[in-house]
């Protein structure tokens, strides 16, 4: 190999002590970490904070006081005919526009988010970026174990591409749960802005509590969802460690 393609030494080696530090990493991950973290979150998950059976806990009262209602009266009473439909040019339309309130600044200062949900997004959101970090590392310890290829014998190499995807898809999934909160600040926030615009419409603050109650459901999901998925790798790759080490077996060891 060293005469088709010339490697530096000294890169050579620090490639090599990489690749044996991602092992060394990983396989303590898989007999390890993961199967602490799935108890830990396991345990997270009878945590009162995450078991509210009661929603209305959750609420958070938005602080935007109701104005009196302002009565508008017909521009156009009293004028002749001619009179106003010229007024309804110079007006720039022929109807009457409500078109809510100018909002300059909130009465009582900045809005707080909802603070019970605020600290709850704040303990989940390190555990989808741990999932995330330690199925790259087990993912590139699997991939660096992949043999060259070759023409048949390759069984083992199949087990350890299929536990690559898994990995792959687990991360995807990690990824997508931050955005699924990012998602849920962005849509309270221009919900709230509705309420700050037009503070009469009850159904503006109705939704705002309805997606607070969806989040903190969503949330007890995803700690759900990230246990099982420490439990399915830890158990895959365990099941398969063999294969996934070793995964074309010797010509010595097929003749037994």
């Not at 156009?76 to 009179?83: A, F, K, V």
């Not at 503006?204 to 990230?226: C, G, M």
Request: proline letters at 4%; charged letters at 30%.
């Amino acid at each position: 190999m060293s005469s088709l393609l010339k490697v530096d030494n000294e890169i050579k080696i620090k490639v090599d002590a990489f690749r044996q530090r991602i092992t060394s990493e990983a396989e303590e991950l898989v007999a390890s970490f993961f199967p602490k973290k799935l108890l830990e979150l396991d345990h997270f998950l009878k945590d009162p904070i995450i078991n509210i059976a009661d929603l209305k806990e959750i609420h958070s009262e938005i602080n935007l006081t109701v104005p009196d209602p302002i009565v508008l009266s017909n521009l156009h009473d009293g004028l002749e005919p001619q009179n106003a439909k010229k007024r309804k040019l110079e007006d720039g339309g022929g109807e009457d526009m409500v078109t809510g309130t100018k909002v300059f600044v909130m009465p009582g200062g900045m809005l707080k988010s909802n603070g019970s949900l605020v600290e709850l997004i704040e303990k989940v959101k390190p555990e989808i970026r741990t999932l995330i970090e330690k199925c790259n590392t087990v993912k590139m310890w699997v991939q660096l174990l992949i043999p060259r290829i070759e023409d048949g014998n390759n069984f083992g190499v199949s087990i350890q591409e299929e536990t690559v995807a898994e990995l792959r898809t687990v991360e995807g999934e990690a990824a997508s749960y931050l955005d699924q909160t990012s998602r849920y600040y962005i849509t309270r926030a221009k919900l709230v802005s509705k309420i700050a615009k037009y503070p009469h419409v009850e159904d503006y603050r109705r939704t705002v509590t309805e997606i607070d109650e969806k989040e903190y459901i969503s949330l007890k999901i995803i700690v759900s969802e990230l246990r099982n998925q420490y439990v399915t790798l830890h158990d895959m790759i365990l099941k398969n460690i063999e294969k996934i080490k070793r995964p074309r077996s010797s010509n010595t060891d097929a003749l037994y």
